[in-house]
Each structure stands twice: as C-alpha cells, then as structure tokens.
C-alpha cells in the first residue's frame, strides 16, 4: 500500500498531474482501496463515510470532465483532507487552491460553472503577475465578460447556473421567460454566435 499512498501523496504535493491522477483513480484497485476506508467527517455521511464515493459524485456533477480548475482542486483538497486523517506526511502544493480561489473571487453569481472545459486555465495563464490581488481580479472579471456574453441581461437562474459551452465556448444569453401561465418551468435561451443555433436551458421551482 506504500505505493498507492505515494500516488496520493505525489498529487497533493503537485508532484504528478491531474490525468496522472485520472488513471489511478479510474484504474488502481490499491489506491480506490485506500480511498475507500471510512473516515468519520461529517460531509462524508451521506457518502458512506468514505472519500472515494464523495468524488465519484463530484465528478458527476462536472459532467465527466477532469482537466479542470473545479475538479482539480477538489481532487486535491480531498486527497490532501485524506492524507491529514491518516497522518500520511505530506508538503502541500497551494497551486490548486489558489487556483481555485482565483476562480471564485472573478465568477459573478450568475455564472458558478463548474465543467470550465479549461476556459479558466487559459485565464489563469495569462494573468498579469505585475498586478496587485485587486487588479488581478478585476482583470479576470473583464476577461469574463467577454466570453460570458448576454444581449441584454444575465440570466436569473432559479436553480444553479448552467451557462451551455460548446466546443470549448460559452454560448450567447439571449433571454429567459416562463413556459406558460401557470407552468413550473423556466426556458433560458441562449445561441451560437457564429452559426446562430438555438440551445434552451430548463429549469422549474
């Protein structure tokens, strides 16, 4: 098993990458046995105490998608949390966390994607370093903006946002409105720039 820990261990300490990671996690009977052991935290209940089935779901919830600033940072304060209760040592690379929290300081509320599709890798990338925390942030806002388009307003969700990316990119917010009189459902519309196609989100209360 001291293999498998070193596998944990060289992801939280930024040692090997998150499709390194991917393939041990999807492949490696010892390492899901690890990350299988029950571990009384209380965010793990209704996950049958154990780590492993808690990012099965939050991979779910990216849709699949791994190469991501969400599910890397996830990975890794999981994987980091499960090394801390078994008193596995460990030097913590920060990269992901602050990654992370670069991603929530420049995301309105009205957008909270989770399955980037790397759109905020390239944003990360190409921050001016130069910059002070406050400029650095309302230089990622701006960036933003000019992927995450709308006609007129942004839309008001009324479950969690779920802007449409296609091919790696975000599509237009056009408009919202009920699905009639006295229906639950709520059509978000938004359209490909390029070629003009039509996607429409629904959500209901």
Excluded at 60 to 86: P, Q
Excluded at 96 to 103: A, V
Aim: with cysteine.
């Amino acid at each position: 098993m001291k293999k498998a820990e070193q596998i944990l261990v060289d992801y939280v300490e930024g040692e090997s990458s998150i499709n390194d990671f991917q393939k041990e996690f999807n492949e490696n009977s010892e390492v899901i046995f690890l990350l299988r052991k029950k571990m009384s935290i209380s965010y793990l209940k209704a996950y049958n105490y154990n780590i492993y089935d808690y990012l099965t779901t939050q991979l779910a919830y990216s849709k699949g998608f791994w190469d991501c600033t969400y599910i890397r940072y996830v990975m890794w304060y999981n994987v980091n949390e499960w090394l801390k209760y078994h008193k596995i040592k460990c030097n913590p690379s920060l990269k992901y966390d602050q990654d992370y929290d670069y991603l929530l300081d420049i995301q309105p509320s009205w957008l909270d994607i989770v399955d980037d599709q790397g759109i905020f890798d390239k944003i990360i990338a190409q921050v001016p370093q130069d910059l002070s925390k406050a400029k650095r942030i309302q230089w990622g806002k701006e960036q933003l903006k000019k992927l995450f388009r709308y006609d007129k307003t942004y839309p008001r969700w009324i479950q969690a946002p779920e802007w449409p990316i296609v091919n790696g990119k975000p599509l237009v917010f056009s408009h919202q409105k009920k699905a009639g009189k006295d229906d639950v459902r709520t059509l978000y519309y938004f359209y490909d720039p390029d070629t003009k196609a039509e996607t429409i989100i629904t959500q209901m209360y």
